[in-house]
């Protein structure tokens, strides 16, 4: 289990009911996108405490129910109120995108062609879309989803994507 302070998943907002469940209130990032959940961190006292998850309920909107193993009291679980939940990762630091800093990222297909920049991220219910400036005055939207996502290089700010056909033609 890694600890990832670059994926905020979002904040403990209050206990929720009497068996130690707490009520998350999510990063828009993750609104109707929550992964699958074995564990998570706790950012207390300034320190990142890893936390098993038993159950997990969506609740709509951006709220989250969250309960840990071990935790099954209100008295057990009332002092991670205001705490911030950072997502495990397996990933690379260079796979990891940031949403909120994606502008003037430059896309590329698999085969190395350059599509375009990114000057905007766009939240939808249940998907997010990268607007992407391919010409000085022509913009189209493309998914950005995991599946399509071959590699990310902060540092040269680089997305390379695997789009399918004629996904560009489309817009």
Sequence with gaps: MAYNARILFGRIAKVHGYEGAVTVKLEKAFIENIPE???????????????????????????????????????KVSEFTGCKIFLTSGKTEENIIDLNGLSGYKVYKIDNRLVGTVIDVIENPGQLLMKVRIKKDKEILIPLHEDFIIKTDNKKKIIKMNLPEGLIDLN
């Design 37 to 75: 959940l074995e564990s998570v961190f706790l950012e207390i006292d300034g320190i990142p405490v890893p936390f098993f998850i038993s159950d997990s309920e969506y609740q709509g909107a951006d709220i989250l129910k969250l309960k840990f193993e071990g935790y099954e009291s209100v008295e």
